[in-house]
Antibody, heavy 121, light 108 residues
């Protein structure tokens, strides 16, 4: 069974960069051609897609976040990562990593448990 | 931009049939996926590609998609089905994933 686990600081100061890593176990991140994604959920609100990355490194971002977001993948460590720069309180959310489909119109079938990131001084 | 419209809430008695809609112009031309999220938990995929059901999801969950509306149907609703439900598509015109605003299902 594929498992995903987010890791990173739970508290980030305003204007700094939020960095999270998703570790994948139970399968290789590059064994099949899947996209891997990040989704966030502000407290009490709905789901917001941040972006998705292919195992080759090609990326797709939410247009509303594109200028501040960078996704990367490290197949040697079976991990993929998220960076959000110049964070504000509006970036406070539970951040989820998930396996996207083999196509961009596919589903998010496997999810991490989520990690709460609070932006505060 | 592509906006998926869901009713904020649906309430019904146990044993009834819940229908949660997801609307947008010509959504029938897209692939729709549905997620269930219980408080404090990560979302769980319940329907993918309009009407397919992942292993482990009860047959009571079904989906359809035509015209301007996709629908998640939950038959014989149980207390354990209480959750938020989200629809999701890929908007190929702008190359991004879109989630609906979510629907809270309450079993009275």
């Amino acid at each position: 069974q594929l498992q995903l686990q987010e890791s990173g600081p739970g508290l980030v100061k305003p204007s700094e960069t939020l960095s999270l890593t998703c570790s994948v176990s139970g399968g290789s991140i590059s064994s099949r051609s899947y996209y891997w994604g990040w989704i966030r959920q502000p407290p009490g609100k709905g789901l917001e897609w941040i972006g998705s990355i292919y195992d080759s490194g090609s990326t797709y971002y939410n247009p509303s976040l594109k200028s501040r977001v960078t996704l990367s993948v490290d197949t040697s460590k079976n991990q993929f990562s998220l960076k959000v720069s110049s964070v504000t309180a509006a970036d406070t959310a539970v951040y989820y990593c998930a396996r996207h489909g083999t196509h961009l119109h596919g589903q998010f079938q496997y999810w991490g448990q989520g990690t709460l990131v609070t932006v505060s001084s | 931009s592509y906006v998926l419209t869901q009713p904020p809430s649906v309430s019904l008695a146990p044993g009834k049939t819940a229908r949660i809609t997801c609307g947008e112009n010509n959504i029938g031309s897209k692939s729709v996926h549905w997620y269930q999220q219980k408080p404090g938990q990560a979302p769980v995929l319940v329907i993918y590609y309009d009407s397919d059901r992942p292993s482990g999801i009860p047959e009571r969950f079904s989906g359809s998609n035509s015209g301007n509306t996709a629908t998640l149907t939950i038959s014989r609703v149980e207390a354990g089905d209480e959750a938020d439900y989200y629809c999701q598509v890929w908007d190929s015109s702008s190359d991004h994933v879109v989630f609906g605003g979510g629907t809270t299902l309450t079993v009275l």
